[in-house]
């Protein structure tokens, strides 16, 4: 079972990771976290590029390095731990580069699927918790956090309100497969959501 993580900044997904897998481990469910981007060596290298480096950088050269951290993470994490039959929880994928460089950035949805088709390779997750939060909450959150806003995080809160608004749509579009959690209740309230669900896929 594949499930992804998504959601704006600070929407607490790291705080409902960190729940989900303890109860994982009380189950004694196998499992694999991860994250995007950089849940490889290389990856770590592409997120340095993508967060961690000043200068401007083209909207499309983003989109590419999204994708090339997505390709080697499906190929040498994702997949191998499908295979071996674990659930595989990732940090966010694929609807993050339709919500940032998508509904952020302004890049088609269209050209973004086909290049998110070669970079996936038919790991299509199964389902997606999308904790929403309004974007002033977010950073409220981060800022108490105390720690430097990186390069996306540091974008108008304008591009932060379009990438919210298109994780809401996809969300209406793919019913099915997301399921969409208030993130300004209680932690608790938001886990057994979560808990329930993955009960009820496996
Ligand atoms: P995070 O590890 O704190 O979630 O940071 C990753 C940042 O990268 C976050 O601002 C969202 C952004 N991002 C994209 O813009 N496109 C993507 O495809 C992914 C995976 C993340």
């Given at each position: 079972?594949?499930?992804?993580?998504?959601?704006?900044?600070?929407?607490?997904?790291?705080?409902?990771?960190?729940?989900?897998?303890?109860?994982?481990?009380?189950?004694?469910?196998?499992?694999?976290?991860?994250?995007?981007?950089?849940?490889?060596?290389?990856?770590?290298?592409?997120?340095?590029?993508?967060?961690?480096?000043?200068?401007?950088?083209a909207e499309r050269a983003e989109l590419f390095l999204y994708a090339a951290d997505r390709a080697e993470h499906v190929k040498t994490v994702i997949k191998p731990a499908l295979e071996r039959g674990e659930v595989v929880i990732c940090d966010r994928y694929y609807h993050s580069t339709m919500a940032y460089q998508g509904y952020g950035r302004g890049i088609s949805l269209e050209l973004i699927r086909n290049i998110m088709d070669i970079a996936i390779s038919d790991a299509e997750p199964e389902r997606v918790?999308?904790?929403?939060?309004?974007?002033?909450?977010?950073?409220?959150?981060?800022?108490?956090?105390?720690?430097?806003?990186?390069?996306?995080?540091?974008e108008a809160l304008s591009f932060h309100q379009r990438l919210r608004e298109g994780y809401l749509e996809m969300a209406q579009k793919e019913?099915?497969?997301?399921?969409?959690?208030?993130?300004?209740?209680?932690?608790e309230e938001i886990h057994e959501k979560i808990w329930d669900e993955v009960k009820r896929c496996l």
């Open positions: 079972m594949f499930i992804t993580f998504e959601g704006p900044e600070g929407s607490g997904k790291s705080t409902q990771i960190k729940m989900l897998l303890e109860r994982l481990k009380q189950e004694k469910i196998p499992y694999t976290k991860t994250f995007e981007p950089g849940g490889t060596p290389l990856g770590q290298e592409i997120r340095k590029l993508l967060l961690h480096r000043p200068e401007p950088m918790f999308l904790i929403d939060v309004p974007v002033e909450e977010g950073f409220k959150r981060i800022k108490t956090s105390g720690r430097d806003k990186d390069r996306i995080e540091s019913e099915e497969r997301f399921l969409v959690l208030d993130g300004t209740r209680s932690p």
